[in-house]
């Protein structure tokens, strides 16, 4: 039954036909959807695979898998992939993190699932062209404002947190972080040699009403399908971004959103509470720089980073009311463990489930991608990150066959 409570964290894509489960039928038509294509004959969904660096290549491998399931079996979506390189592997080949083309085709995809970027081979490649650059083009470029970072507790790893169980089984919150904004954008952004020879460093934090207002109304409207309650964690006691964070906040709220509860917090008193009592928040709101620390946070109670999956949304398309999406999973290319077959699928394969969910209009797919995930959890499958004792310790591989294989028996 956790299962149900953890999708209606993403926001579902309400469905009217018959093909939803009851908990989505029930909920109401949220602006935060995906267009419906339950009722088109058979729909090709274009995405853009960017495995990029370390564990990368080896956890999109398993939603290469996952995908082959659903091409194989569906009537009504087809998907048509395109693979390209990005950060580290893009610097190898083309010098940069990311090309023009790459971009250009990001642009045009219905969505982008993305691995991950990064390692030491690139620490010293020049600071504009680091592999990162390669992903925060892209979230600017596309202009993905929008971070959902759901942390949910499988009850199958209740005991694998570093908490006690009773902090995070049921444990479902979503922590909805601003990305296209805040001191990752800011200028100036700079380090500079003064005339004494030392040097300044200098990064800004901007958000303007506008920005604030978008994001408010994503946490809002996502709220409203959940247990309709927000934290705006911003630190107005120190910061006048924090201070503009707060009245925008409370004036949508106060316009638009009176129904749902909202609380400001300051973030780090957020930080303190995520681990003191993580079941009372429900949405998270918050500025690019804390939701970057608030979601590593979040990312361990629910027993490991490699858990966690993430939708970055655009603005809805006037015309045709689609976003522009990239899915990416929370943990970053872990180079330590990078080419070893060990590192953990299921965020990556949980980030397909929200692209099928936020992207593709096909809610009953991805409650089946998450439940299969569920169900490989409880029968004792585990990959090193949450490996416990007397469970079934298996490789990347194993893990996303395992995860087809529950997929498989779903569905027949
Ligand atoms: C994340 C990552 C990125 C970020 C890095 C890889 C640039 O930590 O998505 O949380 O800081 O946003
Ligand atoms: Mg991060």
């Known amino acids: ?3 149900l409570a953890g999708r209606a964290s ?25 267009p419906d294509h339950t009722k088109a004959p058979m729909t ?14 080896e956890v999109m491998a398993e939603v290469e898998r996952v995908l082959a399931f659903f091409n194989k079996r569906s009537t009504k979506a087809k998907f048509d992939t395109e693979t390209d390189v990005v950060g580290g592997a893009s610097i190898d080949i083309h010098g940069i993190p990311v090309t023009d083309a790459c971009v250009a085709k990001a642009d045009k995809a219905d969505a982008i699932v993305f691995g991950s970027v990064g390692g030491p081979k690139w620490d010293k490649v020049k600071y504009e062209i680091r592999p990162e650059a390669g992903l925060l083009r892209l979230r600017k470029d596309l202009d993905l404002f929008a971070n959902l970072r759901p942390a949910i507790c499988y009850p199958a790893l209740a005991e694998a947190s570093s908490l006690r169980r009773e902090h995070v089984e049921g444990l479902d919150i979503l922590i909805l972080r601003e990305l296209t904004g805040g001191t990752y954008f800011g200028e100036p952004k700079e380090i500079v040699t003064l005339e004494d020879g030392q040097q300044r460093a200098v990064d800004t934090t901007v958000y303007t009403t506008a920005e604030i207002e978008r994001i408010a109304r994503v946490a809002f ?5 959940r247990k309709n309650k927000v934290h705006s964690a911003e630190k107005r006691n120190v910061m006048k971004t924090g201070v503009l964070w707060n009245q925008v906040v409370t004036a949508v709220h106060q316009k638009e959103y009176k129904d749902v509860q909202l609380e400001h917090i300051l973030a780090d008193a957020c930080a303190m509470q995520l681990v003191r009592n993580p079941k009372q928040f429900d949405v998270i709101v918050c500025d690019n720089l804390f939701g970057d620390m608030l979601s590593d946070e979040a990312a361990m109670l629910t027993g490991s980073i490699g858990m966690l999956p993430s939708a970055s949304l655009g603005a809805p398309d006037p015309k045709t009311g689609k976003r522009k999406a990239l899915y990416e999973p929370v943990h970053g290319s872990a180079p330590d463990i990078a080419g070893k077959g060990l590192a953990n699928p299921i965020a990556q394969i949980a980030s397909f489930g929200m692209t099928l969910r936020y992207s593709c209009g096909l809610a009953k797919e991805a409650d089946l991608v998450d439940k299969a995930i569920a169900d490989v959890l409880a029968q004792g499958y585990r990959t090193g990150d949450i490996m416990q004792p007397n469970m079934r310790k298996v490789g990347t591989t194993e893990m996303g066959k395992a995860i087809v294989g529950a997929l498989e028996k779903l569905a027949a």
């Open 1 to 3: 039954m956790l299962m």
């Open 10 to 34: 993403d926001a579902r894509v309400p469905c009217p036909a018959e093909c939803c489960t009851t908990a989505a039928r029930g909920l109401a038509m949220s602006r935060i959807s995906a």
């Open 44 to 57: 090709t969904h274009k995405l853009l695979l960017l495995p990029g660096d370390g564990i990368g290549p």
């Open 221 to 225: 409207e996502l709220a409203r399908n």
